[in-house]
């Protein structure tokens, strides 16, 4: 085309144009050699656009943004709240549904307060001081609104499958799942039949954790708690954590010398894992914005950890805990492997009071291939792993959302996340960012107390099939159990919806937006056209395809199954009434 389009207006808030900026475009439209100028509108561009739209060349990958590398950690509290109030809100509406009903109207002010919360500068980090404070006062009334909300949906889900002194334990994934989940409850219980099962007892609480097996799809399964005393677990030792697929060993100062995937035979790492380094990250400019890629020029490595000890060694998992201090600074990690799991945890709390430093964890995995693969909203897509031109160099920090995977024919690794977002990957060093100390706009970001989990996972395949995808939404969604001291029930639990193919997520079952009907949206996340089913909780009368604003396009056989065929990385949605 040969139209250009540029956009006037006074500062990044909306403001309309000035006097000067009118009398500049006058000016424009009689200097000779200048091209046609006028004033219109963004439509009477792209309506010229299109006229032209077959001559139009096409970029096929990343648009990649040279600038703002910064965003995607400054403010961890911020990517922590947003993250896991997505997938509360997501559960609580599904639980809604589940239970025949839910209030729209609460839940709805609730998405608007997560939502405010992700305006341009509150999200990427970048706010002055006061509006992060009000962002604070914000998420906790929407962690504790929400989880109430979810709380009491789960027990009342739970009692139809109550019996006397039992838990039941929700799965909310589309599809089985088996992991570690803990649950609150009376002194007298120490542990649950039939399942590998520790206690902690802290102050008021009495807790007990258990490996629950094949938890059913979109549903729950019934356990009974015992007063029987656990024996002590075999995971962990003095330098080493080993189940039936991983065998880690450590270093005397903390740092990981292998991982061992015992399933498929091969050593993940290359060199040391889990160093911790912190660099400066003092940018040119508008530090919460920019991370530069000077901050590799020199890295101080923490080498020496203040303690090293077996945190827990129980029949649900090992604790290895590793604690660093780096100037005023105190970096806890309980390094986690549970009985019958494939993924290495690193549980990490930080007390953080740098400034302008930036604390990465890095890890050398034995790895050759080109590009590596970054999950992102709905998809994934390929970077590359070797900078060979400019273009290559500058994507020295780069977003990616639960996941990272580096894999070549055969094998492969992962690392997963609950809240991080900054990574860099060059050859076959995988790097995450988990902490930064902006000064600008807020003098004081990031100082505090902060909680996040990574983990490492090597696979076989690569990363479509790998288990990589399923292990990420295990992290960010991992089961609930309910404690129920009462009831009578013979149902031992059921799943109430499920997904036929692991390679489709179920992203949002809530109420339609018109109050008629239930809005299911579906996503294909392994790269690759499927042809899919979805068990329904109830049988329907009427099921409509939709696009994303709920306007139905086309209607499909009803009855207790959505059938449906899907693109790679295609999102759907679908009415059920």
């Not at 648009?63 to 993250?83: C, D, I, L, P």
């Not at 902690?200 to 007063?227: H, Q």
């Not at 809005?519 to 392994?526: D, S």
Request: charge should be negative; proline fraction near 3%.
């Amino acid at each position: 085309t040969d139209v250009t389009l540029g956009c006037v207006g006074y500062g990044d808030g909306g403001g309309g144009c000035t006097y000067n900026m009118v009398e500049r475009m006058r000016r424009y439209r009689k200097m000779p050699g200048m091209p046609e100028v006028k004033i219109g509108k963004v439509s009477e561009f792209y309506e010229s656009a299109e006229k032209v739209y077959d001559e139009l060349p096409v970029w096929d990958g990343e648009m990649y943004y040279e600038n703002h590398r910064g965003t995607f950690t400054s403010q961890a509290f911020v990517k922590e709240n947003n993250r896991k109030g997505e997938f509360l809100l997501r559960d609580a509406e599904l639980l809604g549904v589940l239970a025949g009903g839910y209030d729209k109207e609460e839940i709805e002010r609730l998405w608007r307060l997560l939502l405010t919360n992700q305006f341009h500068d509150i999200l990427p980090g970048t706010s002055i001081h006061e509006v992060f404070e009000n962002t604070k006062k914000e998420y906790a009334e929407l962690m504790q609104r929400g989880n109430e909300i979810k709380t009491a949906l789960l027990e009342k889900l739970s009692a139809p499958f109550a019996d006397e002194n039992s838990v039941v334990v929700w799965n909310l994934l589309p599809r089985a799942v088996s992991g570690a989940v803990k649950v609150r409850v009376p002194a007298r219980f120490t542990g649950v039949k039939n399942a590998l099962s520790s206690f902690i007892s802290s102050g008021n609480e009495n807790i007990v954790e258990f490996i629950a097996d094949d938890v059913p799809a979109v549903g729950c399964k019934r356990y009974y708690l015992t007063d029987e005393k656990s024996y002590k677990g075999n995971i962990a030792s003095e330098n080493r954590l080993e189940n039936e697929f991983l065998r880690v060993e450590f270093a005397e100062n903390g740092d990981i010398i292998s991982i061992y995937d015992k399933e498929d035979g091969f050593e993940a790492l290359s060199g040391a894992g889990n160093v911790l380094t912190i660099s400066h990250d003092k940018s040119i400019h508008e530090s919460a914005w920019n991370l530069e890629n000077d901050y590799k020029l020199h890295m101080d490595v923490l080498k020496s950890a203040e303690s090293v000890t077996i945190a827990e060694n129980s029949p649900v998992k090992g604790v290895i805990r590793v604690v660093h201090r780096y100037n005023n600074s105190v970096i806890t990690q309980d390094i986690t492997l549970c009985s019958g799991s494939k993924r290495l945890d690193f549980v990490t709390h930080v007390v953080w009071r740098e400034r302008e430093k930036v604390l990465k964890a890095q890890f050398p995995a034995d790895i050759r291939a080109r590009y590596s693969t970054f999950n992102v909203a709905h998809g994934a897509f390929e970077r590359p792993t070797f900078a060979n031109n400019q273009f290559e160099t500058a994507m020295f920090e780069c977003c990616a959302h639960k996941w990272v995977d580096l894999s070549e024919s055969g094998r492969g690794v992962a690392l997963l996340n609950n809240c991080k977002y900054g990574h860099d990957l060059t050859e076959n060093l995988m790097r995450i960012t988990l902490m930064r100390g902006p000064v600008c706009p807020d003098r004081y970001g990031d100082i505090g107390e902060q909680d996040f989990i990574y983990s490492f996972y090597p696979h076989s395949g690569e990363w479509h099939s790998s288990g990589a995808i399923g292990e990420a939404e295990k992290l960010n969604q991992p089961l609930f159990a309910v404690y129920c001291e009462t009831g009578k029930s013979k149902e031992e639990g059921r799943s109430f919806m499920s997904v036929s193919e692991d390679n489709i997520s179920l992203e949002a079952v809530k109420t339609a937006q018109s109050g008629r009907g239930v809005i299911i949206r579906v996503n294909e996340t392994a790269k690759k056209h499927t042809s899919a089913a979805v068990l329904l909780p109830f049988t329907a009368s009427k099921i409509y395809e939709c696009n994303m604003m709920e306007e139905i396009e086309r209607e499909l056989p009803a009855g207790n199954e959505l059938r449906f065929d899907i693109k790679p990385f295609e999102v759907k949605t679908f009415l059920i009434i």
